[in-house]
């Protein structure tokens, strides 16, 4: 396993790939990485909170396992992949197709990502809203934000980009898991009410989560 920290990709620490089982992955989630079949340079990538759970020697549970591809044909593959594997399709929308799958008698929840491509896992995490979601891996290696790490450790919620309206529910997910958000993000939120406006719609809104 190694870790790629920065979007510039400097600094890695390298350890052995010698007995291949995914050293880094909870015990709990291994069977299912495998079956992915992930590339941490040509794709398909797992990235965001099942990355932070792992990074945090946790299992990813009942949460989603977000999947970003690098084109259309990598979707597709993985799409099939799954459904071949006697997934089931549970929701789908523009941005992305949810689909559960059993493993080892556990239900795994892929969500694969269609809003956008991306050309590399650095492009990925550049997408993410928050800095300590910026990491992404194919089990192996992880790819990072410049202060992820940093922000992991303090348990520090900051927007790697401009927050927008679905700012809200994230915050409300990583605060109810003991992250802090940053004083400027309040401030920003506070002082841009009608900016930030969002109502929980627990019916209608399929929390689709990967931004």
């Not at 059993?102 to 269609?114: E, F, G, P, V, Y």
């Not at 939120?189 to 929980?200: G, K, L, R, T």
Request: hydrophobic content about 35%; proline content about 3%.
């Amino acid at each position: 396993m190694s870790f790629v920290s920065g979007l510039n990709g400097v600094s890695y620490f390298d350890f052995s790939r010698e007995d291949h089982k995914m050293s880094f992955v909870h015990e709990k989630d291994k069977s299912f990485v495998k079956l992915l079949s992930l590339d941490i340079n040509e794709g398909p990538w797992l990235a965001g909170g099942s990355v932070l759970s792992w990074y945090n020697n946790e299992p990813v549970g009942d949460s989603d396992f977000d999947i970003f591809f690098k084109d259309l044909k990598q979707f597709d593959q993985m799409f099939g992949l799954l459904m071949r594997n006697h997934g089931s399709i549970v929701f789908t929308s523009e941005n992305a197709i949810t689909i559960n799958i059993t493993i080892d008698d556990d239900i795994k929840k892929a969500q694969l990502i269609r809003k956008n491509f991306y050309k590399s896992a650095l492009d990925v995490i550049d997408h993410f809203d928050f800095t300590i979601c910026q990491l992404a891996t194919d089990g192996w290696d992880i790819v990072s934000g410049e202060k992820t790490f940093e922000h992991i450790k303090e348990k520090r919620i900051e927007p790697h980009k401009q927050p927008n309206r679905a700012i809200i529910k994230r915050l409300i997910k990583y605060i109810s898991y003991g992250y802090t958000p940053d004083p400027k993000l309040i401030s920003e939120i506070i002082n841009n009410p009608v900016d930030y406006d969002w109502m929980f719609n627990n019916i209608d809104e399929n929390y689709e989560n990967a931004f």
